[in-house]
């Protein structure tokens, strides 16, 4: 009878060591069963299950501060995961799919809960729409990419859905129209790029839709500085035209919503 309960005992702690012994291997060497991972001052890095090296379910990853960086659920048998990023308070900050450790299909961004931009993903690289938002969840811009380089329409609205700037970029450079409208919808600049260098003729309007004046470029090269010093001399004296500057967009790329009130706010 005592031998028996000895077994019992033996085999029920063997079963407990099974279920909680972690960061195994097997004997190929391959990782098995639940693992962790902490930094040299013992905080968790992350948790997650493996099973013939290859993660499987839940995998979660922490920040310093012991909240949770990341959640990703993999499929068994596949390289997919589906995502959740979190900061440092624990609020989400991106939803999306990684294919092995590169994003892959649509990725959405949040601030404080709301959504504000979407991207594309094909391989690590931006592929096709984004978009971003502004912080009351109306559309600011929406771009196209390929291969992680703009490319095709790029577009920027004010606040009430009406178009504001369209331009054409190809590899990551602008190349073709480039317009710009008043909140009114009448033409406020009509040009055009050549490899990102102002090109033909640049035509600028007031708000009511009248040409006022046109620039003639050709590859970065002004060809008529004598209008742009004439309107020079304008703004200099009585006629003081907040429009006649109409900053370069392609400097507020990493801050569209910038760029869009610096726009609004010059007109006032």
């Avoid at 799919?97 to 949040?110: A, D, L, S």
Wanted: net charge positive; hydrophobic share 30%.
């Amino acid at each position: 009878m005592r031998g028996l309960m000895i077994g019992l005992f033996l085999l029920i702690s063997g079963c407990i060591y099974a279920q909680t012994a972690v960061n195994q291997v097997d004997a190929k060497g391959q990782k098995q069963g639940v693992w962790s991972k902490k930094d040299a001052q013992g905080k968790l890095l992350y948790q997650a299950t493996f099973k013939d090296d290859k993660p499987v379910g839940e995998m979660k990853r922490f920040h310093p501060n012991g909240k949770i960086k990341a959640e990703l659920n993999f499929t068994e048998g596949s390289e997919i995961s589906d995502a959740k990023l979190y900061d440092e308070r624990g609020k989400l900050v991106a939803t999306g799919r990684y294919n092995g450790q590169k994003k892959t299909g649509e990725w959405t961004y949040f601030v404080e809960s709301k959504m504000v931009s979407s991207e594309t993903y094909l391989n690590g690289q931006k592929n096709g729409t984004s978009k971003r938002f502004y912080k009351t969840g109306e559309l600011l811009e929406e771009s196209n990419w390929l291969n992680d380089k703009l490319d095709g329409l790029y577009r920027t609205f004010f606040q009430d859905g009406k178009s504001y700037l369209e331009c054409i970029y190809s590899e990551g450079k602008r190349n073709g129209t480039f317009k710009t409208s008043f909140s009114n919808g009448n033409p406020e600049l009509d040009a055009f790029y050549t490899n990102d260098l102002q090109n033909k003729d640049w035509k600028y309007y007031d708000e009511a839709g009248k040409l006022r004046y046109t620039l003639k470029y050709e590859l970065g090269k002004l060809l008529n500085p004598e209008v742009q010093d004439s309107i020079n001399l304008l703004k200099a004296g009585t006629y003081q035209s907040k429009e006649n500057n109409i900053p370069d967009p392609a400097k507020f790329m990493q801050n569209p919503e910038e760029y869009m009130h610096l726009m609004q706010n010059r007109k006032q």
